[in-house]
């Protein structure tokens, strides 16, 4: 099977350097000093930083001109140690990669020359009240989140038992009825139809309602009745804003040449962003109860976190007991003797 | 209806994986598919029913097929029980 055939697209990601003023300006205490230029010119695409001490000092080779670059106070204690010239062709070394912008850290006083330099090449520079290491930590944070590879899937997403299920299948299946099912049964709705999954990590990916704005998340579409408000109809304890996508459940419509699971013992696995997230396919056959599917779907990967897998564990004792010798003598009931009805 | 003893070949016996296998053969199938060992008859389509025989390497088990697919059915399950 085609394992990405319900991704739509995946745009390359960058924001610009007003965004993060605009989103940061408190967080990290920054105040622009030069370049206002640049601020809708200057995109970040990396959650990368760069200390440019090599470039002062007149190594330009390799350098990382897309990421924002940090002067904390090595790097101005260096720019004092020059001559007004120096000084210049230091800064100008590094400004004139017109990198997305400079961050002074530490309240620090700007070095002489740079202000005119960055508004010549439009590039802006921010003052930051905040010390250097904690300074790159927020906005490392801040950029892994904003500059996260992202995509959008269709199907539906519920908080079963704190377990994310991603229901996805071929269009009339029967996903939003499942979705509404499981929400009766106490679990939580986090999107429906389109949504938009962020990767927070090499194995973590979070989805949440594609929708604009929070009056049009939470809504299903059921077939023949129309458009449902789930929060109207069930209250708050139905509704999630965002939950990590755990278990892909894809429902597929059954026919007799279908591949699917008897045992469990093998697991299968789906790919959303790169991230390996286990895949249960489950046959759709007429009066079966998706949602109970659903739920023990759940419950059977919380037990696998836990390192028990029911279907291994059953073969385990199965090879055991067919391999000991006389496995027709054994006693393998002992309880029975003191279970007599 | 075709009713055949066979010995299980597998080293440690009718396990989950052969099991699983021989239930998606037999599902491709209309006819009726029953396994037995010493005198308890399960069904040839339910995984669970067939691990419940506890099948040992070199146990006997008698395969039955019977519908107007017996043939073909029968001559593909019997590979199953007689693999290695």
């Known amino acids: 099977m085609d394992e990405n055939k319900n991704f739509i697209e995946e745009p390359i990601k960058s924001i610009y350097v007003s965004t993060l003023f605009r989103d940061q300006k408190e967080n990290l205490k920054l105040e622009l000093i030069a370049g206002e230029e640049g601020l809708k010119l200057r995109k970040l695409v990396t959650p990368d930083i760069n200390r440019p001490g090599l470039a002062l000092a007149g190594f330009t080779q390799e350098f990382p001109k897309e990421r924002i670059q940090i002067l904390g106070s090595t790097e101005i204690s260096y720019l004092k140690t020059l001559s007004a010239t120096q000084r210049k ?5 590094v400004v004139s990669f017109t990198p997305p912008c400079l961050i002074i850290a530490n309240e620090l006083t700007p070095p002489e020359g740079l202000v005119a330099l960055a508004n010549k090449y439009k590039v802006p520079v921010f003052k930051s009240a905040l010390e250097t290491t904690q300074l790159i930590h927020m906005l490392t944070t801040y950029l892994d989140y904003k500059l996260a590879p992202e995509t959008y899937l269709h199907g539906d997403l519920v908080d079963v038992y704190g377990v ?27 999107a429906d139809d389109l949504i938009k999954v962020l990767k927070r990590s090499e194995v973590v990916i979070i989805g949440f309602s594609a929708a604009k704005s929070p009056k049009l998340k939470h809504h299903i579409e059921i077939r023949g009745v129309g458009i449902v408000d789930i929060y109207a109809l069930y209250g708050i304890r139905a509704i999630r804003m965002q939950k990590r996508i755990e278990v892909q459940v894809e429902l597929v419509r059954y026919t007799k040449d279908l591949d699917y699971e008897r045992v469990g013992i093998e697991d299968k696995y789906t790919e959303i962003l790169g991230v390996k997230i286990p895949l249960v396919q489950i046959p759709v056959i007429p009066g079966k109860n998706l949602a109970l599917v659903c739920e023990v779907i759940a419950k059977n990967y919380l037990l696998k976190i836990l390192g028990y897998s029911p279907a291994k564990s059953f073969n385990e004792e199965l090879v055991r007991l067919m391999t000991q010798k006389n496995i027709e003598e054994a006693k393998i009931d002992p309880w029975i003797d003191y279970d007599i009805e | 209806m075709i009713q055949e003893k066979i010995i299980i070949k597998n080293e440690v016996g009718l396990h989950a994986r052969p099991a699983a296998q021989f239930v998606k053969i037999a599902e491709k199938y209309q006819s009726k598919v029953r396994l037995c060992k010493n005198g308890v008859w399960v069904n040839g389509k ?22 107007p697919d017996e043939l073909e059915a029968f001559n593909e399950l019997k590979k199953i029980l007689e693999a290695e």
């Not at chain 1, 062709?89 to 070394?93: E, V």
């Not at chain 1, 269009?171 to 009825?177: A, L, P, R, T, V």
């Open chain 2, 46 to 67: 339910s995984v669970l029913g067939i691990l419940t025989l506890a099948a040992e390497h070199g146990s006997e088990v008698i395969l039955e097929v019977s519908g």
């Open chain 1, 89 to 93: 062709n230091a800064i100008n070394n």
């Open chain 1, 164 to 190: 994310g299920l991603l229901l996805v299948g071929e269009s009339g299946i029967g996903k939003s009825e499942c979705a509404l099912d499981l929400v009766e049964r106490g679990h939580r709705l986090v």
